[in-house]
């Protein structure tokens, strides 16, 4: 990198055919281990390769803001690219909690033979409604459904079957022997504790950002921790599982990519604190860190949304 | 930097890891237009084979269901491969120089961006030559035919789509950063071109709506592979939910194809006019209206499949008062011109074209937009002939109109202005002859995307396909034109090269200089 006048001009980089390499390769691979008797080898090289051009990558950028190469606009087009980065991110989940919500509140109500919830009850609606009842008789709009449609028909021969016991919130008198419960604290501390890392930063005061990050990643980890849990208690004593018709569906995506974020962000932040250690970062230049802590705070957020409408609103 | 990019005559290795290896955006956004019209020809191959099987009633040539790929190729790689990496091109080439910055915000992610596309367009089309053949679904891969009916070889074409997206998703978050970030000082936001006001819009869409996409094709992998039930009522899902979310994905994605090409229009109408842009902030605000309308019109794709009337008229009005705002802009292309010294070369041929053709889609959209009446166009040839006339004549006009007006600039060479109106004639003429009678098929009940048709069609389907062998036949004059332009045009170093020309880009020399701002320019 040099820097001509005031602006700053980037040399070649090997760096993005490789990733675009390690991407193509992940793309096909995992296409081709999903297909029956497929294998993951491809998908693991191009893993393999895409791992290590990130870990090179960032190695480079981090060295080049060491070294002092950044200009402050570079680091605000970090600033940037990190910001709508987050914002594609909340559209991912956007997309899942919109499915949802349509779910919950017309898909359900339609198949059980009722009309559109509170619009007009005019012709269209109840036809579909009528078409519903026809379809799948006996199926009755209640969320969370314990009987899919199928099974309201087929009875055990269905193919999509619902789950013996639901993720039921046992009322806020009960909440302290109730897991989701306890995961919604565990994130919310560690978003509490990544701010407390970063006013010590900013302070100057190293080992307090060191202590209050550590505990931030072991919160993280003991996040995921419990999530698994709660997973085995879903499989294995609820028989919850992702393919219990659309609640286990709904369920287990959303707080499936929630807990793929988390690991992600987990992950990130261990990455900042192992910095942290070496010495990276000072009270004024900290954005690797900074950075890490915004997608830190966006997972929490999105777990607040989860356990309100997935788990509390049952 | 001391020396300037390779070129052959340093060496062929040299000169392939330039672009390979390149952080440069105009290297970038050669990259992206010579890759989109690849894709162009490809998807054009498609659409002759569609055309050529319903040249005649019956099946003549290929078999239905080699058909029904044709049709889902044709749209994904115009879509995505071509219409879209296009302006993405434009828009590497020209945004740094039009806000005077030196290269793109992010330049080694710039690059990344482009190299997906190659791997995902590979995997996307060698689908064709996998057991059970490629994608035939549809470009709008409604489930269940893209899930429990599918080809397997919907997962390559699931994951394609990912990475492409991920390629969408940076390509834009690195658009924003530059406009946002890297404005020469002076540069205002409303002093920007409305080129890179529209595209920068156009950045927002793609990075809230690409999530969104792949939002969809994920539920359709799960619902294909791992036993969830998305799309499946009896399992307590619904198929109607897949065109919710592919909508809200897909009715912005329009937008996302047709403001870069509003934003192309835009510069080049007052070129030729040898007037200032008519209304400058109008076309802000409405270039911004019909984003945010873009995201809440989405179920106007979805009248015929059974919504509750209040949404049914809740859409239909939502979607017309797009309308507002796109008269705002045609009003504003046309007062531009009202009282130019109007000259008509080959950019403002097809910039005139555009503004016309694009229009007279608009309005036949307006027509679909009133639910009642679609209730018969739905899933017709009316609606291929309206959104062609938007995606053909709106956006793909617009961005050869881009490539005769800027390409003196990056080559330093003319153009032949002959050829450039001669490929313009044909290609109007061409595309009119092509879709202007799929209006009247449409109307008179010939649905879409099938491989055979009544006999009572038969003469205006004819007809359609001599007029898009003629269109395809003057993309090959296009690439004939611009090849000669590049290799043995006549040489010119004229800053401007229009003499009505306005902006940054045509105040650095003729060609553009592989950095152009080593510092930042003055903007008054």
Known sequence: ?314 | MAHGPATLSDGLGKYISRWVFTTNHKDIGTLYLWFSFAMFILGGAFAMVIRAELFQPGMQLIKPEFFNQMTTMHGLVMVFGAIMPAFVGLANWLIPMMIGAPDMALPRMNNLSFWILPFAFSILVSTLFMEGGGPNFGWTFYAPLSTTYAPDTVNYFIFGVHIMGASSIMGSINIIATVMNMRAPGMTYMKMPLFVWTWVITAFLLVAVMPVLAGAVTMMLMDINFGTSFFDAAGGGDPVLFQHVFWFFGHPEVYIIILPAFGVVSQIIPTFSRKPLFGYSSMVYATAAIAFLSFVVWAHHMFTVGMPIAGELYFMYATMLIAVPTGVKVFNWITTMYKGSLTFETPMLFSIAFVILFTFGGFTGMMLSIAAADMQYHDTYFVVAHFHYVMVAGAVFSGTAAVYYWLPKWCGKMYDETMGKVQFWIAFIGFNIAFMPQHFLGLAGMPRRYADYGLQFADWNMVSSIGAFMYGGAQILFLYNVIRTIGWGKPTDDPKVWEGAEGLEWTVPTPAPYHTFATPPEVK
């Open chain 1, 1 to 314: 990198m040099s820097t001509e006048g005031t602006y700053y001009v980037p040399e070649q980089s090997k760096l993005p055919i490789f990733a675009a390499t390690g991407m193509g390769v992940m793309a096909y691979g995992a296409a081709s281990w999903v297909l029956e008797g497929g294998s993951a080898t491809i998908f693991l090289i191009g893993s393999l390769i895409m791992a290590a051009v990130l870990y090179k990558w960032w190695s480079i950028v981090i060295d080049e803001n060491m070294r002092g190469l950044a200009s402050p606009q570079l680091k605000q087009s970090y600033v940037l690219g990190m910001l709508w980065f987050i914002f594609s991110e909340v559209m991912f989940f956007a997309c899942f909690f919109g499915a949802l919500f349509y779910v919950r509140v017309l898909v359900s109500s339609w198949i059980g033979g009722e009309a559109a919830v509170g619009w007009f009850d005019d012709t269209p609606t109840d036809a579909s409604a009528a078409n519903a009842q026809y379809l799948y008789p006996g199926y009755e709009n209640v969320w969370p459904p314990m009987i899919t449609p199928d099974q309201a028909v087929n009875g055990d021969a269905a193919q999509f079957k619902g789950p013996d016991e639901a993720m039921n919130n046992p009322g806020i008198l009960n909440w302290g022997s109730w897991l989701p419960f306890w995961n919604t604290v565990v994130l919310l501390t560690s978003s509490f504790t990544v701010h407390v890392a970063h006013v010590a930063l900013k302070d100057g005061n190293r080992k307090k950002f060191n202590t209050w990050l550590g505990i931030t990643v072991a919160l993280g980890i003991f996040f995921l921790f419990l999530q698994a849990e709660e997973y085995i208690h879903a499989y294995q004593e609820l028989g919850l599982t992702l393919e219990s018709g659309i609640y286990g569906t709904t369920f287990f995506m959303l707080t499936g990519f929630h807990g793929m974020h988390v690991t992600l962000g987990t992950a990130m932040l261990l990455i900042q604190w192992l910095r942290g250690l070496k010495g990276h970062f000072s009270h004024d230049d900290q954005f690797g860190f900074e950075a890490a802590s915004w997608y830190w705070h966006f997972v929490d957020v999105v777990w607040v949304g989860l356990f309100i409408f997935v788990y509390i609103l049952t």
